[in-house]
């Protein structure tokens, strides 16, 4: 009997993910860099899940997975290199799209063929048991964990993202949108909810399983390899949704369209070079650098009427004067901005800033939709996390009950007092704020849990957020006086 077949059933994703990130040592044996790896990986990755899952119909004969595993030597390399050069021409335009402009940077023939070999012998059997888009989704988690990696600025906590989109229920037959997909981490996870509340798509007509498949699910990603991880995570998913790769704060923002529902980790920080965005709708943020603010005018911007969001933004955000106190204004005149949850520290791979999520409906009209504000303070007294306390669903149950069960924020809640998680704050008792939402009340001690982190590279990450936390805020005034500075001239011009 073979080793595959005796260890079936007690093979795990996590197993399996953990065998293909050894394969990360024959990259860099090879000159491959920590921030190529997946990339690097998963084009053969892919292959081969396109043919564990019957799909290589979508890929030209003479470039399937077999077509290059059972080559040798300098002859599998310069067939794999030919390979992925005329997959980018391939007639399926969303293989086309993947390998476009795609390449190897693996040099020795003998490294391919481990890579090869190794794959070939992982244990299918157990991964299409437990799903292979699961299997993708490991590798991309394990990757952003890697601090050296770099890859966390595109990653969302799994635990995270599933807790937001059971609070906001995506439905059969809405259009939803990540307008800063990353890795589709949001798309993927909603599509799952839906898929499980729908028995696989089954339970649904004909017409609506296609709109589901091509068309429900849309996006944007700035970053060219983040977008080719995301189409491959999408296919592997059995969803072939138009993620474009382009920059939301351009007119590729405008084009995506409206949306019933977005879900969104927008990038924190300025744009490069102090640049503005370039959207003919945007009126409150158009002259600002700030990334996070004009992805929120985006989300508010691109909900149809009645629409929800949940997105995910700095605590400058909440605070921030001029453009910013303007920014929430208007987005309490637009839409219901009903609940805020401050995040714990430390649970994004790749950044110490300190994050909050808003829930918003966007209203009918456009006048005072936001009649009061519940926040829920996730962030004080809480475990310092990191590899050794690792962000969980568990985390969230009690914010999850305290949200309720209508995704707009109606459901019946409990103001729990000054020694409680969970407040309301009235729009008027905002407006004394001057427009203020950084509410917070518990008294924290949190900052010292980053003394009780063993790991030096969350040590390490802990400090590097503080300073980046730090630095983001220096560019971002700097960016606001050089605007201030700029206006005369500009309006001489």
């Known amino acids: 009997m073979a080793n595959g077949e005796l260890t079936r059933g007690r093979v795990t994703t996590q197993d399996i993910v953990g065998r293909l990130w050894n394969l990360c040592h024959v990259l860099r044996d090879d000159g491959v860099g920590y921030g190529e790896y997946v990339t690097e990986l998963t084009f053969l990755l892919f292959l081969k899940m396109l043919e564990e899952t019957q799909r290589e119909d979508r890929l030209p004969a003479e470039y399937r997975w077999k077509t290059i595993a059972s080559r040798e030597g300098v002859e599998q390399l310069d067939h794999y290199k030919r390979a992925l050069l005329e997959l980018g021409k391939a007639a399926d335009p969303v293989v086309a799209q993947i390998f476009t402009d795609a390449q190897t940077r693996l040099r020795k023939p003998a490294n391919l063929k481990t890579l090869t070999t190794a794959i070939d012998g992982l244990d299918w059997f157990s991964a299409r048991e437990e799903g292979l888009g699961e299997l993708y989704e490991g590798l991309l988690e394990k990757n952003a964990s890697e601090k050296k990696s770099g890859a966390g600025q595109y990653f969302t906590p799994r635990p995270l993202i599933d807790c937001i989109v059971r609070l906001m229920k995506p439905q059969a037959g809405e259009v939803i949108q990540d ?83 977005i879900l969104t980790n927008p990038p924190f920080g300025t744009k490069k070079g102090g640049g503005r965005p370039s959207r003919s709708d945007f009126s409150v943020t158009a002259d600002t650098s700030n990334k996070q603010l004009a992805f929120v005018e985006h989300v508010a911007r691109a909900l149809k009427p009645g629409g929800r969001a949940a997105v995910v933004v700095p605590d400058n955000v909440l605070f921030e004067d001029n453009t910013g106190r303007r920014l929430r204004r208007w987005l309490m005149e637009l839409a219901d901005l009903h609940t805020i949850l401050r995040l714990p520290t430390g649970i994004f791979y790749a950044q110490g800033v300190k994050t909050n999520v808003l829930f918003l409906r966007r209203g009918e009209t456009e006048r005072a939709n936001t009649k009061a504000v519940w926040v829920y303070d996730l962030r004080a007294n809480m475990p310092a996390f990191g590899k050794t306390r690792p962000l969980t669903l568990a985390d969230f149950a009690a914010f999850e009950a305290a949200y309720g069960d209508d995704p707009n924020g109606g459901a019946a809640r409990t103001d729990e007092g000054p020694e409680g998680r969970f407040r309301r704050f009235t729009r008027e008792e905002v407006a004394a704020r001057n427009d203020n939402l950084d509410l917070a009340w518990l008294r924290d001690d949190s900052d010292a849990a980053e003394d009780d982190l063993s790991d030096p590279e969350d040590i390490a990450a802990a400090i590097l957020g503080h300073l980046r936390a730090a630095l983001a805020e220096v560019e971002t005034v700097g960016a606001e006086l050089a605007g201030e500075e700029a206006a005369p001239a500009e309006v001489g011009a």
Do not use: C, W
């Open 179 to 261: 307008p800063a997909a990353g890795t589709a981490g949001f798309l993927v996870a909603a599509d799952r909810y839906i898929k499980d509340a729908t028995d696989d798509l089954y339970g649904l007509p004909q017409a609506q399983v296609f709109f589901q498949r091509n068309n429900a699910l849309t996006g944007i990603e700035l970053v060219p390899d983040t977008h080719r991880l995301a189409l491959m995570n999408l296919m592997l998913h059995g969803v072939d949704g138009p993620i474009t790769q382009g920059d939301s704060l351009s007119p590729d923002g405008e084009a995506l369209g409206k949306a019933d529902l």
